[in-house]
Every structure is written in C-alpha cells, then in structure tokens.
C-alpha cells in the first residue's frame, strides 16, 4: 500500500513553522554568544533585556524580584545601571506567590491585565500592555521572581501559543541571574574581612586614594584614623584565640553604630583598624578619636564570667595637616601619630 501524500498546504506549515524555530534558536544562540563578553552582573542583566528587546522585538522588557537576603548583592549591583533601576520591580516574596504561575514554564495573558499593572517598573508606568509574558526565575533552587515581556498587541501573547522558548529563556535567564550572584559574591568577599565582615586592607589600597583625590578636587579635608587594641597579645595568651577574635568582632560592631554612614572603617590587620573620614579636618577627627575611646572603654565585652575592657589607641592625619600627602603618606602618618598615643597613654595612663 503506497504511503499517503503530505498535502502541500501541510508541508508549507511545516516548513514554515521549521523555519521560524530555526529563526528563534538562532536569536537565542545569538543572545548566549553577547552575554559571554559581559562581566560585571549588572552588565549581564542590563545587555540581557536589551537583547530580548532588539533580537525578539519585544516592547517592553523587565523584571520583578524578591527584596530578599539571597538577592540583597545582586540588587545592589543593579543600582549601579540607570536602565535597570528602571526596569525593575521589587516585591515580597508572599507578594510574588500571589501572582507567579503554580506550574512550571511561562504564562500567557491577555485578558484582565489591569490586575498586572502593579507589576510594571518605572520604565512603563504609562504604558497598556495588551498582552504579557510571566517567565518564572530561579536562583539556587528557589523561585526569586520573574522576567516579563510585554506588548501592546494582544495577539503578541495569546494564551494559546507554545511556550517552549520562552521556557528556554527562563532558564537561561535563571541561569545569568544565578551567575550575576555569584560574582557579586566573590567581589564582596574579595573586598570583606571574614571575621568582621568590615572593608579588607585591599579595599583600603583602593579606596583611599580615590576619596583623597576627591576631596581635594572639591577642596575639602579628608582624615584618617588608624587605631589597635592595647593589650591585645595578653586577651590571646590568657583567654585564647577565640576569645580575642569575638572581641575583634565587638570592637568593629561598636565602631559601626558610632560612626557616621559616610565613615568607611576598614579592618587592616590582625587588631589594627583604619577609618576614613570624609569632609573632617585633623582637630575634629582628634576630637572624635577622643571621643571613641571614651565610649569603647565604656562597653568591655561580656564573655561568659569574664568581662573584656576596650583600651584603644588611635592616631589621626588629615589632609588639611599635610596638604602634599598621598595616601599612602597619610596612612603612615595615621600609624605614626597612633604609636604616639600609646606610648603617651603609657605614660599617662
């Protein structure tokens, strides 16, 4: 029995349908290849929401995530991007849930999208989206939020289309939203002592410098404190290593709540801190240096039956007191003035 013949207006569709698939994994094979060149997260991100909006000429293009923990790096990251600042919508994880589709794969809405206009970003506020996209993302196993695709056309996001690339680009989607995490995790814990979790001695080496230029740029004083715990050697030999360590730890919280949100305080090495006072004169950063070993003296650390007192010393240089210093200059004279302090708080004491 011969085989039946395909119609032909069967086989066009089929080709046609080929073709267009064909057309689709190419845009997607495309998008892969530009992303690979990116390397900051938030480059990634941004160049992949222009990506889906030029390959696939998509309108309207952003995302809705969880203001969680988990995400708090990544969503700093963002901040550093004008286009994603406007493209991004940030909602409770409950508040999530009550919209992201139960199932897996995308969702395809045109109909009673107002209920979704608290979804769009800054971006699009004006806009009305005839038809909408829902992307599910994933990070580390758990559901984060979504990608969403919009467009004026109704018919662009028929409920009853295929979903299968955008599916795909779920999870490739996913995929550089996990890889973005992940290196503004290494670049945190690259700048971050393990212990306190304060700025390390390598973002000092950068920092410093930069902010020492810009004060000057704009004519105005910049000081620094260094400053070590006296007698810490004997916390070690008589209490042990772990003992000197939650020391450390309570030091560095106190110095957090005392100072101001432009202090930078960095912890330098082993009980030896560095604090970076924008917009302050060599007098008034000797006067809060007085003023802080006043109050640390005053909050010793509880240890069990054992109470741990705070003595610091801290040296102070500034710019308006050595005008020619660079930063390194000006953290040696921070060094120097600290020796200073202690001996002279031996000698006095």
Request: with cysteine; aromatic share 6%; proline share 5%.
């Amino acid at each position: 029995m011969a085989d039946t013949p395909i119609p032909t207006e069967l086989l066009d569709t089929l080709l046609a349908n080929a073709r267009a698939n064909e057309a689709i994994m190419r845009k997607l094979f495309r998008l892969e290849v530009q992303l690979l060149s990116c390397q900051a997260s938030e480059d990634i991100c941004e160049r992949l929401l222009q990506l889906i909006e030029q390959l696939f000429s998509v309108p309207m293009v952003w995302f809705v995530l969880e203001k969680n923990t988990a995400l708090v790096p990544l969503l700093k990251s963002f901040q550093r991007s004008e286009l994603l600042r406007q493209r991004l919508t940030l909602q409770t994880r409950e508040q999530i849930t009550s919209w992201l589709p139960r199932k897996e794969g995308a969702r395809l809405i045109n109909q009673e999208l107002g209920l979704y206009h608290k979804l769009l970003p800054s971006a699009y506020k004006q806009q009305k989206p005839g038809s909408l996209a829902i992307i599910p993302l994933t990070i580390e196993g758990n559901r984060c939020g979504a990608l969403l695709q919009a467009s004026p056309d109704a018919a662009r996001f028929s409920p009853n289309q295929d979903t299968f690339f955008l599916d795909q680009l779920g999870v490739k989607s996913s995929l550089y939203l996990s890889n973005g995490l992940v290196r503004q995790q290494l670049a945190f814990f690259a700048t971050r002592d393990p212990l306190t979790g304060l700025r390390n001695r390598r973002e000092l080496d950068e920092t410093l410098p930069r902010l020492l230029s810009l004060q000057r740029r704009h004519e105005q004083s910049l000081a620094v404190l260094f400053m070590d715990c006296d007698g810490f050697k004997q916390v070690n030999d008589r209490y042990g290593h772990a003992a000197g360590d939650k020391l450390l730890v309570h030091l560095a919280r106190l110095l957090e709540q005392a100072l101001r949100n432009s202090d930078l305080l960095f912890r330098f090495a082993g009980d030896e801190f560095v604090v970076i006072l924008p917009q302050e004169t060599h007098e008034s950063a000797t006067a809060l240096a007085k003023r802080l070993q006043k109050q640390l003296s005053e909050q010793p650390l509880q240890l069990d039956d054992v109470s741990l007192s705070l003595a610091i010393s801290i040296g102070t240089a500034a710019s308006d007191q050595l005008p020619e210093a660079n930063a390194q200059t000006l953290l040696h004279a921070a060094d120097h003035a600290l020796y200073e302090n202690k001996r002279q708080r031996q000698l006095h004491p």
